[in-house]
């Protein structure tokens, strides 16, 4: 019997917003382009299982590739103790527990032919003050959820997910924003955690051969969600807090869906440069 294809996409910040949508996304792209013996692996990382179920219930394939979906629930990037078990888990599902999907390949074959990492999770840190009143302490927790628990996942990605593991390619994005490359008012804990991220994808970038491992940093535009809603609420900034509000009250705030559909298409075109920052806009 043909051993059967199959591709890996991993989603950390798959429980709600851009990466429900995402996740959502990648799956519909994936059934529709693909033959139907060819099939995905689709691991969804989040806090809340009930959360994650309604993900997994809007991932269920409609063309004629198969989906297999694992949600990984109760990860806490604010929890570092943790950190290291919560990786594991999500990865044992790729490089251990694997065997238990159907149509498994040989022993000795490579369990995918591509692998992606979606690092969508993240928090916007409090928009209200401006450096000078910010505390290095709440910086510090900040830069413990949206910086260093996303290395622990991209490293642990590149060190696992090895040739063993994927056999043709994979790929790493790093949800991004414009404020990785451009800095704005009372945006002093976000912004500086997305140029962190942005500046390590490149490092990354820069040592992996391209032809096996490409990085992409992908900022999907202020999207008309419950986060760009707290924008709006509490950004200290008077400017930006009526650019956006109007940006919203003019229906200009870009859909989910829309963002969603090019990050996916950038992914599996595999056109771009590896290490690129990438806006909806571009």
């Known amino acids: 019997m043909a051993v059967p294809v199959r591709d890996l996409c991993i989603v950390v910040g798959a429980s709600n917003g851009f990466g429900r949508a995402l996740a959502k996304t990648f799956a519909e792209r994936f059934c529709a382009q693909t033959p139907a013996e060819r099939r995905l692996h689709l691991v969804l990382v989040g806090r809340r299982q009930a959360d994650l179920q309604t993900t997994s219930d809007a991932c269920q394939p409609t063309g004629p590739a198969r989906v297999d979906l694992t949600p990984v629930a109760e990860v806490d990037l604010a929890n570092l103790d943790a950190l290291d078990a919560n990786v594991d888990r999500v990865l044992d599902t790729v490089t251990t527990n694997c065997r238990t999907l159907p149509d498994v390949v040989s022993p000795g074959l490579a369990r995918y032919a591509r692998a992606t990492l979606i690092l969508n999770a993240g928090t916007l840190g409090g928009l209200s003050l401006p450096v000078r009143d910010r505390s290095w302490r709440d910086l510090r927790t900040f830069f413990d959820v949206n910086f260093v628990a996303y290395t622990a996942f991209f490293t642990a990605f590149l060190k696992r997910v090895d040739r063993g593991v994927c056999s043709d390619h994979r790929t790493v994005v790093n949800?991004?924003?414009?404020?990785?490359?451009?800095?704005?008012?009372?945006?002093?804990?976000?912004?500086?955690?997305?140029a962190a991220r942005h500046m390590f994808a490149q490092v990354a970038a820069a040592e992996e051969d391209p032809a096996y491992t490409k990085v992409l940093s992908y900022s999907p535009g202020p999207l008309a969600n419950d986060m760009q809603r707290t924008v709006r609420e509490t950004l200290g900034d008077p400017e930006q807090k009526l650019h956006f509000t109007n940006m919203f009250d003019k229906g200009n705030?870009?859909?989910?869906?829309?963002?969603?559909?090019?990050?996916?298409?950038?992914?599996?075109?595999?056109?771009?440069?590896?290490?690129?920052?990438?806006d909806y806009y571009d």
Request: aromatic share 6%; charged share 15%.
């Open 175 to 194: 949800v991004s924003s414009l404020l990785a490359v451009k800095a704005l008012p009372n945006w002093g804990a976000y912004a500086p955690a997305k």
């Open 253 to 278: 705030l870009v859909s989910m869906e829309d963002s969603a559909h090019k990050a996916v298409d950038l992914i599996l075109d595999n056109t771009f440069t590896s290490g690129c920052h990438i």
